[in-house]
């Protein structure tokens, strides 16, 4: 739930098979624009799919004016129309039994994204980019 945290140290290897940054909560420009300078120049991993989610037009406008769509487009990064989406299991990456996701939004209680079966964990841009890049959960400093 919610009120779990840990270090990432403490939590060893957890693989996922989405990530989602953004939201209506948490789809700021600033959160798209750490995961972009991450991402930039790289490509997700091929086991992970990975969603961005404008929280409003004007942020979506931002992010194309800026480079910050086109950079998360080329990494293979799906970018979602502004609004809810996933975090609620409404469309785009609603999650299946034994799915596994790695999200910015603010929410992570069973059932909230799609399947009580799935797992979801909470975590910043840095670490949703980072994750995005590995397959698993990853602050980027440590050894692969």
């Given at each position: 739930g ?26 700021r420009?600033?959160?798209?624009a ?6 930039k ?22 992010m194309?004016?800026?480079?910050i ?30 799915d ?39 602050a980027g400093?440590?050894?692969?």
């Amino acid at each position: 739930g919610i009120d779990s945290v840990a270090e990432i140290e403490e939590i060893g290897r957890i693989w996922v098979n989405q990530v989602v940054v953004g939201g209506c909560t948490n789809g700021r420009l600033k959160d798209f624009a750490v995961a972009a300078g991450i991402l930039k120049g790289n490509t997700i991993h091929p086991g992970v799919r990975v969603i961005a989610a404008p929280g409003s037009r004007q942020i979506a406008l931002e992010m194309e004016q800026t480079g910050i769509y086109r950079d998360l487009l080329n990494a293979g990064v799906l970018i979602l129309p502004p609004g809810c989406g996933p975090c609620t299991a409404l469309h785009g990456g609603v999650l299946g039994d034994g799915d596994a996701c790695l999200a910015t939004t603010n929410r992570n209680m069973p059932g909230r994204m799609g399947s009580r079966a799935a797992k979801v964990y909470i975590a910043s841009p840095l670490v949703a980019a980072y994750t995005a890049l590995r397959g698993y959960i990853s602050a980027g400093g440590e050894k692969s």
